[in-house]
């Protein structure tokens, strides 16, 4: 089992639907947690970082943390055609690994207008 | 500046032989990373450099896989005697290297496509 899960989808909805994107993860010692946007053929760009539990918001687009149940969320509102991306959740313990993520395999998303 | 380059962006070697993927960092990022992204999969770790130093090799699959940053900015990642299950997209990462946000903001290039036939 990896340390961290993530449903592939593929996920397809219309233009301005709410996203809810997710993963979970068995290290209880991940302490950051990031969310990337990858677009075919490119390198993934992060999106949202967060530190421990709780919810942050930048835009369109809210990240939660619940450490007690190891699960982190992605939501996106009014979702966009540009939207159209592989997301990618990433973790990370910190300590002796710092810097070194932990990625889930990415969910693929399409929004059609 | 410009982002995080690659080269090649496309690679395609025979089996046994030697390659060497290159990868320039954004100029005044202290850190680098190497990850290898299998098809449909996410990226895994393989190597972190802190400037020349390689503080984190744990990632690297085997022997045949060597990483080097001799003078801080610019890296190799070199494989010996390439094999089939070496193919994949090779990204590299640099961040500030400062502070929290430093280590995990990481900016990635295109990445190399490896196919070894």
């Known amino acids: 089992q990896k340390e961290v899960e993530q449903d592939p989808g593929p996920l397809s909805v219309p233009e301005g639907a709410i996203v809810s994107l997710n993963c979970t993860y068995s290290?209880?010692?991940?302490?950051?947690f990031m969310w990337y946007r990858q677009y075919s053929r490119k390198g993934p760009e992060l999106l949202m970082y967060?530190?421990?539990?709780g919810n942050k918001e930048d835009g369109r687009f809210t990240a939660q943390v619940d450490k007690s149940s190891k699960y982190i969320s992605l939501f996106i509102r009014d979702s966009q055609p540009s939207d159209s991306a592989t997301y990618l959740c990433a973790m990370s313990a910190g300590g002796s690994t710092l810097g070194r993520l932990y990625f889930g395999r990415g969910t693929q998303l399409t929004v059609w207008p | 500046g410009a982002g995080v380059s690659q080269s090649p962006r496309y690679k395609v070697a025979k089996r046994g032989q030697d390659v060497a993927l290159r990868c320039d960092p954004i100029?005044?990022?202290?850190?680098l990373f190497w990850y290898q992204q299998a098809l449909g999969q996410g990226p895994e770790f393989l190597t972190y450099?802190?400037?020349?130093?390689?503080?984190?090799k744990s990632g690297l699959p085997s022997d045949r896989f060597f990483a080097e940053r001799p003078e801080g900015s610019v890296s190799t990642l070199k494989i010996q005697r390439t094999q089939q299950e070496d193919s994949a997209v090779y990204l590299c990462a640099s961040s500030l290297g400062t502070g929290l946000a430093g280590f995990y903001e990481q900016y990635f290039g295109p990445g190399t496509r490896l196919t070894v036939t």
């Open positions: 967060t530190y421990s539990s």
């Open positions: 450099f802190q400037n020349e130093a390689q503080l984190d």
């Open positions: 100029s005044g990022h202290v850190s």
């Open positions: 290290n209880s010692a991940f302490q950051y």
